[in-house]
């Protein structure tokens, strides 16, 4: 009887103690992890863990919008590769397509404390609240200790930070949005290739024949997507040196150019130029619709253009099995220009850098390996490779080799010669809850069950209240 | 001697300890500080609220006033009563056919279980495929049967059919293994005893397995009603934000929409606790419907 006894208190015993070192293991682990202002303690929670990496191999954990359609998710994935095989050390790759719920995921990860080491992300709004919370490193604090850190960067270029003036992202490469052609759809319904001095009214009669050809005219998701229209239609009714000052209110005159950019999206959508199933489909199957010729203009980021290419490859992940006859088939354009927006005036500029995480920071195993990564990922010879057609923030840019682009970067490079401007995406700056009436309330807007004005005005109080 | 060691409890209490520990740090703090954010003014997740919202029962103010919380509501009431008919229904229809067969039941219940062991995150991309408007399965045979226009089958007045079809298809076998499992406990000398008596196949089911079943079938529509309550993945991979026009949120979905996508973390918080008052109220009166009987 005592035996037993004795056996059930052990046991007893030994669920509780298992319990309880599972609390501690946890505590210890958010000590070392995620208190940013206690870095004495962090190393000594973290001196065991490296034990198993004493053969210099480092995990770090890194999440960048190199994924899925992104133009640059193989060349990510190869420097990652290149950089795992000269430093012995590994990443654990979290990259995504870059999309609300992208960002949703990275701010809730920096609020609960598993924010990864290295992130390549928006440099704009998006980014407010880590920074705000002390969550990354800014590039002068790393120099403090790496001198050399961004070195080859042209600091002009560098964006600082909305919350503090203090610059903490890395820029590797630029981005511009522009409008994707089907030139196959074009032909059908006997419309010309659109050029640097294409008008919305133009666009409008266009459609309207592509429209009787039984094509629809955009592919664009409006239920889940509307980013790239609402940016424009918003620039539309603006100008470059405009578009960028959010309004005081949907009643000035700012504010009525951005309730006038919805109520142009909502005269499209009555007109029947998106697809019939606008409001209920996702981004991919627009996009498909656009790939596989049954739409006609994709509003998108120059990250798409690797998007197109790899629907025009049989393995996506295969260059060599690209059919070089259908992507001669998409075509890049300017997007259709009114009042004081030519239709050269794109969007365009370096939104996106490489943070290095106050968590990796603070530990000194993965402090080294954070800024190697850095620097190898924003080196003179790897920045080339990411930027291609677009703009980098090197100091010295080499000339860009066009031996090894495929015609639909030709052609995006030829596009990008004759811009008049580049201006910043407004919605970098106006990120969070004040996006909800307008982007996830489109359908809404474009119906005509919220009137634009509502939609706008609800908004603008969301972000002058944050 | 023998019968005293189950008199003394303590080492009962020992081993129940770490699970109740487990319950209380993971379940009972967190929900109780739920009620707490839910009166608080908190637009971050993580974040610590600090103040009280002005006045305090703002957000059940604000949702009384929300349409989208009554159409999340109404849509969580149909997700219940399509799991009672639909999964429940069908789980016992189909319970009782593989009771009259003779060979093949274990294939059969391997065959309608298997849709649980998947996960609802990956039928929810299969289904995303099957519906497709433009190259979906469904919009393809129906091509092959001649119909000539597509159909979106996540437009506004049918994407709620679409959401709930797969939803119902996959718990169906899960009530139909509950279900068989209780008609084999029925004793087989009852049906030979009404068979001698010249009962029907029918009649055995409506006078024997029926009856004798009743006790598993009101286990089956408790948890079907609180399972509606809950479900969650499948219909927000397959309709993001409520799409189209946010018109297919359930109380579970609308609450994460609120709170992971708009940051509007103490409504988000407020919409649980109405999740959990309507769970209780709902299980109160489904119990008290479908009241077990002593035999």
């Known amino acids: ?466 | 001697m023998g019968a005293n060691i189950y008199r003394n409890k303590k080492p009962a209490l020992a081993f129940l300890l770490p699970a109740f520990l487990f319950m209380v740090l993971f379940l009972y703090y967190p929900f109780f500080k739920t009620i707490i954010n839910s009166f608080m003014h908190l637009k971050q997740l993580g974040a610590t609220a600090t103040e009280f919202n002005a006045p305090w029962y703002t957000n059940y103010e604000e949702m009384l006033h929300d349409p989208h919380v009554w159409t999340s509501v109404k849509n969580t009431i149909i997700m219940m009563l399509v799991t009672l008919v639909g999964q429940v229904g069908i789980a016992i229809v189909l319970a009782l056919m593989v009771d009259n067969i003779g060979r093949g039941k274990q294939i059969f219940r391997t065959l309608y279980f298997f849709p649980i062991v998947i996960s609802a995150t990956a039928l929810g991309l299969m289904f995303n495929l099957i519906f497709l408007r433009d190259k979906g399965m469904v919009n393809q045979v129906l091509e092959m049967l001649g119909k000539q226009d597509l159909t979106d089958w996540k437009a506004e007045g049918i994407a709620l059919v679409t959401m709930m079809a797969p939803v119902m298809w996959q718990y169906v076998g899960f009530y139909f293994v509950i279900l068989v499992t209780g008609l084999n406990n029925i004793s087989d000398e009852l049906y030979e005893a009404a068979t001698i008596d010249g009962a029907t196949a029918l009649q055995r089911v409506r006078y024997i397995s029926v009856p004798m079943l009743h006790n598993v079938i009101c286990t089956c529509s408790v948890l079907a009603v609180t399972g509606a309550l809950k479900v969650f993945d499948l219909p927000w991979v397959m309709f993001p934000k409520g799409m189209p026009l946010k018109t297919t949120f359930l109380t579970g979905t609308y609450m994460y929409y609120q709170t992971m996508e708009t940051k509007n973390v103490d409504y988000g918080a407020a919409l649980a606790v109405l999740i959990v008052v309507l769970g209780v109220v709902l299980a109160k009166v489904v119990n008290a419907v479908f009241r077990e009987k002593d035999y």
């Open chain 1, 1 to 466: 009887m005592m035996k037993k006894r004795m056996m059930a208190a052990m046991l007893a015993g030994a669920m509780v103690l298992s319990v309880t070192a599972c609390g501690n293991s946890s505590g210890a682990e958010k000590a070392a992890g995620t208190e940013g202002d206690a870095p004495a303690e962090a190393p000594a929670a973290e001196a065991e863990a490296p034990a198993a990496e004493s053969a210099g191999s480092v995990e770090l954990v890194v999440t960048t919008t190199f994924a899925g359609e992104d133009s640059n998710a193989q060349n990510y994935k190869d420097a990652v590769k290149a950089w795992e095989a000269e430093t012995g050390n590994a990443v654990v790759d979290t990259s995504a397509t870059a999309d609300e719920t992208f960002k949703t995921r990275v701010a809730t990860d920096f609020e609960t404390g598993s924010e990864p080491d290295v992130l390549f992300f928006f440099n704009g709004a998006d980014s407010n609240s880590f920074i705000e919370a002390g969550k990354v490193v800014s590039i002068d604090e790393i120099r403090e200790e790496y001198p050399d850190y961004a070195s080859n960067m042209n600091e002009d270029l560098i964006t600082a930070s909305l919350v503090d003036n203090k610059k903490y992202a890395v820029p590797a490469n630029g981005f511009w949005e522009a409008m994707f052609v089907n030139t196959e759809i074009l032909e059908a319904a006997g419309v010309a290739m659109p050029g640097a001095d294409y008008t919305m009214d133009q666009f409008k009669a266009d459609c309207e024949k592509i429209k009787a050809a039984g094509y629809a005219p955009i592919a664009a998701a409006l239920g889940n997507i509307p980013h790239y229209w609402w940016e424009f239609a918003i620039f539309n009714n603006q100008s470059p040196a405009t578009h960028l000052e959010i309004p005081e209110n949907a009643g000035d005159e700012n504010g009525q150019a951005w309730v006038q950019g919805m109520n142009d999206i909502k005269e499209l959508y009555e007109l029947g130029y998106f697809p019939e199933n606008t409001l209920s489909a996702t981004d991919d199957e627009t996009f498909a619709m656009f790939t596989e010729g049954k739409a006609a203009f994709l509003i998108d980021g120059s990250w798409k253009v690797g998007g197109i290419v790899g629907a025009c490859q049989s393995d996506p992940n295969d260059p060599a099995t690209l059919d070089s006859a259908k992507l001669d088939k998409f075509d890049v354009t300017y997007v259709p220009g009114k009042g004081d927006r030519k239709a050269t005036d794109l969007v365009g500029g370096l939104s996106s850098g490489y943070f290095i995480t106050r968590k990796a920071w603070d530990d000194p195993v993965k402090r080294d390996a954070a800024v190697s990564f850095v620097e190898y990922l924003t080196s003179d010879e790897m920045v080339p490779k990411f930027a291609q057609h677009g703009a980098s923030a090197l100091k010295n840019a080499p000339e860009v080799d066009t031996s090894e682009f495929n015609v639909l970067q030709i052609k995006a490079m030829n596009m990008m010669a004759g811009t008049t401007s580049l201006t910043g995406a407004v919605q970098d700056l106006f990120a969070g809850d004040c996006r909800v009436s307008t982007f996830d309330g489109m359908p809404e807007i474009v119906t005509g069950r919220v009137v634009a004005e509502d939609a706008v005005a609800e908004g603008l109080e969301a972000y002058h209240n944050q």
